[in-house]
């Protein structure tokens, strides 16, 4: 079988969608979920993006990222833009 390479657009998105921290209450928290959220309701206007996230969850990226800052900013911003209908409808369960 072959496998399909994960294009950098998916693993934005993914990023964006999948990482949590565990919370002091022992909940997972999703930062970059709240941060959606934030932005399809225009209670925000950027997305925030930490790079030690991105490298704690997807190292190959980080260090795509570091090694081309303007491209991957432009991948990550696409991301959002997919990503940002799913999160202004309705409020977004773990």
């Known amino acids: 079988l072959l496998s399909r390479a994960v294009s950098p657009s998916e693993k934005a998105k993914r990023f964006f ?17 709240e941060q959606l959220t934030a932005l399809a309701r225009r209670e925000q206007v950027a997305l925030w993006v930490a790079l030690d996230d991105v490298a704690e969850d997807e ?16 991948v990550f911003s696409d991301a959002v833009h997919e990503l940002l209908p799913l999160f202004g409808s309705a409020e977004v369960g773990e």
């Open 17 to 33: 969608q999948e990482f949590y921290r565990d919370g002091p209450d022992g909940h997972k928290e999703f930062p970059y979920r």
């Open 59 to 74: 190292p190959e990226l980080a260090e795509a990222v570091v090694d081309n800052a303007r491209r991957y900013g432009r």
